[in-house]
């Protein structure tokens, strides 16, 4: 999770739980009302880190 994210934790857990039924990215961004772009990042991390890309990124 990065914190300038336009989602909200609580949008990022309800995409997640559509991405694992299958819901596409823009499907998702409609439903959240927020940009494609956003979700499609989401759906990227959450491909490769599961659900780890929940988790907050830790600041350097």
Do not use: C
């Amino acid at each position: 999770m990065r914190a300038n994210s336009s989602l909200t934790p609580s949008q990022r857990e309800r995409a997640i739980a559509w991405f694992e039924q299958g819901m596409a990215d823009q499907s998702v961004a409609t439903s959240l009302g927020v940009s494609r772009w956003a979700v499609r990042s989401l759906y990227r991390r959450w491909r490769i880190h599961g659900p780890g890309a929940l988790v907050a990124k830790q600041a350097k």
